[in-house]
């Protein structure tokens, strides 16, 4: 069970860890690779399990039984849903964790749920964008050039106050990520501090920085 002073009472804390990604890019499902002594997928179910009350692992529909998880959908939202279907009613925090950021920490999860608990209905983490962006049309014309002071590039665990996520979802919209949905039901998402160490992994350098990470612990 989580400890810590963003903790209250009354509050039931859980989280879906979404590891049911075919991992396109990487070239297999990176969740199941080796890590130091765990799987990448271990290290995001530890500290979720160490950050919530509750934990629910939506997983690929060929391993979900034997992982003693739930069988994830054809989409990211899609397995989020089905994960939202295993939480309990009475959970009142929803966070949805990204198994392919094994450094995430309980600070990060503390930092998004207090957040939640403040009055927000839903909290992100996440870090200052150091390059600059272009937005560009299909044909690769620049269209504009967004003030880069005003970027974030977006981490999770995201919180979400349970009622906004679940009616968010129930209109079976699609996104990168769950705090877009709860946006377009007009709920106030704010930013928290991320962790450059929260890095995703996406690619087999990604993998390589995170196993130089870990043994240089």
Avoid: Y
Avoid at 15 to 31: C, D, E, L, S, W
Avoid at 72 to 78: F, M, N, Q, V
Avoid at 83 to 107: M, Q, S, W, Y
Avoid at 208 to 214: D, E, I, L, Y
Wanted: charge should be negative; aromatic fraction near 4%; proline fraction near 5%.
């Amino acid at each position: 069970m989580a400890t810590g002073e963003f903790r209250r009472p009354g509050e039931m804390i859980w989280t879906i860890v979404v590891a049911a990604g075919a991992g396109t890019r990487f070239g297999g499902p990176k969740q199941f690779e080796a890590l130091g002594d765990r799987r990448v997928m271990d290290w995001s179910i530890a500290v979720a399990r160490e950050s919530s009350d509750g934990v629910v692992v939506v997983l690929p529909p060929d391993v979900a039984e034997k992982e003693g998880g739930i069988a994830g959908g054809a989409s990211r939202s899609e397995s989020v849903r089905r994960g939202l279907a295993a939480i309990p009613k009475n959970a009142t925090i929803i966070c949805v964790h990204d198994a392919a950021r094994p450094f995430a920490n309980e600070d990060d999860f503390a930092r998004v749920i207090a957040a939640v608990v403040d009055g927000a209905d839903g909290a992100v983490p996440a870090i200052p964008v150091a390059d600059t962006i272009k937005v560009v049309d299909d044909t690769g014309q620049v269209m504009r050039t967004p003030p880069r002071g005003s970027l974030r590039a977006v981490q999770t665990p995201q919180a979400f106050r349970a009622e906004i996520l679940r009616r968010a979802h129930a209109s079976r919209g699609e996104g990168t990520d769950d705090a877009s949905l709860v946006e377009a039901e007009g709920g106030k998402v704010v930013v928290v501090d991320g962790d450059v160490l929260n890095r995703k992994i996406t690619t087999r350098d990604d993998l390589n920085w995170a196993r130089a990470q870990q043994s240089g612990h």
